[in-house]
């Protein structure tokens, strides 16, 4: 069979090289791609949100599953216009990707269905924000409501800092109209966890735990970026706590959306915080995480092709999802600078180095194919992950990975699963 994956990331290059280890695909196609993903598809110069061109490229292609990675597209309909040009398509539609697409409208929804997560408050208007925030507890949450690229989260711990939040969402627009509204939350404190999970629009099937780190800096400093290193399993995730998830939040939030009218088929990414009084989730994605993506699928025992296509038909039901019993940790080799200025265009010495080497991967996310070789293009450039017996002996061997790539201006967290010590 023949497959096109939507995207040019990292997470997309997991999804790539799980889809190239399935005896049933003959040929995978990538819009855009990237130079990693070139390696073992065909990439095609259309951009992610190009929907007719897509679907024209599918028919022309004649595909049999269209894989879509990214959030922007999922929430901007592509899926709807695939299927009505009569393609199949593994993702959520518009109406069920909003679980993504609004913050407000996921954190509704679990008030409603009483799926545990931070008291809340939405608003539209910048000066009733401000008004709440003067009796507000500190510190607090601010959220834009739309898609921001994981970078729509402020965490103030002063009332002047909240202020300045408010400005730079709902007046200064800095993440667009994502910032048209936004949600205003209690604070939490805790463990966080990631739980990625495929469904089929009324079963849900949980994938291994993983724990993503966010601050572009050690010991978590600081700003928010789209993620610079994960690690699955988490810990911290119990088996107890595992089977709470999967009573009170997993298969609630599956059925909410099923008796909301919107039954969701694909990944849902959940954000739990682990607190003092038990798991509360603290965002959907409704797609596969990045870089949690690049832990979660390298354990994957299933055929993915046989996983998606069982979301798509609604026969989940009869797929056992399985896990390798180890480790994984991915290290995010970035652009110093990221996520503010950096500069690109720098050539990538060392990538040969993976080639051949078992439980050793090394996914691209920004990156580039010129006359001079790989360069860098994007602020995450790399996601080096390696496996490992345990989580300390992944995180080794994920490190000693990272040593094997240069290029100038290369920057990453040394900490990445250092919580795996606390364990």
Not at 17 to 39: F, L, M, Q, T
Not at 58 to 73: E, F
């Amino acid at each position: 069979m023949k497959v096109l994956i939507v995207g040019g990331g990292g997470r997309e290059h997991a999804i790539a090289c799980a889809v190239a280890k399935s005896p049933r695909v003959d040929r995978i196609y990538c819009a855009p791609g990237n130079a990693g993903i070139a390696e073992i598809a065909e990439c095609v110069d259309i951009k992610v949100m190009e929907f007719d061109e897509i679907a024209r490229f599918a028919k022309r292609n004649k595909i049999d599953l269209v894989i879509v990675g990214p959030d922007d597209p999922l929430a901007g309909g592509i899926v709807d216009v695939l299927q009505n040009a009569g393609l199949k398509v593994f993702g959520p539609e518009e109406k069920a990707a909003i679980l993504e697409g609004s913050k407000a409208f996921s954190k509704d929804l679990m008030k409603k269905y009483d799926i545990p997560t931070a008291a809340y408050e939405t608003f539209d208007d910048p000066k009733k924000a401000l008004a709440y925030l003067e009796k507000a507890k500190m510190p607090i949450v601010l959220k834009a409501d739309g898609l921001a690229l994981g970078k729509g989260v402020l965490i103030c711990n002063t009332l002047e800092e909240a202020k300045d939040g408010v400005k730079e969402i709902m007046l200064d627009k800095k993440f667009g109209t994502a910032g048209n509204r936004m949600v205003i939350e209690e604070y939490m404190t805790g463990r966080e966890v990631s739980v990625l999970t495929f469904c089929d629009g009324k079963t849900i099937k949980v994938m291994s735990s993983a724990q993503d780190h966010k601050r572009a800096g050690d010991g978590d400093t600081g700003l928010n970026t789209g993620g610079m290193g994960t690690f699955s399993p988490s810990p911290f995730y119990t088996k107890k706590i595992d089977e709470y998830c999967r009573k009170y939040i997993f298969k609630p939030t599956v059925e909410a959306m099923a008796k909301e009218g919107r039954p969701f088929k694909g990944v849902i990414f959940f954000g739990l915080m682990l607190t003092e009084d038990g798991p509360k989730v603290l965002e959907y994605n409704a797609r596969f995480g990045d870089p949690e993506a690049q832990v979660v699928l390298p354990r994957m025992k299933n055929d993915i092709i046989d996983v998606m296509e069982a979301c798509v038909d609604g026969t989940l039901g009869k797929i056992k999802l399985e896990f390798e019993d180890n480790a994984a940790v991915c290290v995010m080799l970035a652009s110093k600078g990221y996520p503010g200025k950096y500069d690109r265009g720098f050539v990538i010495n060392g990538l040969e180095e993976f080639k051949d080497k078992d439980g050793y991967f090394v996914f691209h996310s920004g990156t580039k194919k010129t006359g001079k070789g790989v360069v860098t293009n994007g602020g995450r450039v790399l996601g080096v992950t390696a496996k490992g017996a345990t989580l300390k002996e992944a995180r080794e061997n994920a490190y000693k990975a990272t040593e094997w790539i240069d290029f100038e201006n290369k920057y990453m967290r040394h900490d990445i699963g250092k919580a795996i010590d606390e364990a």
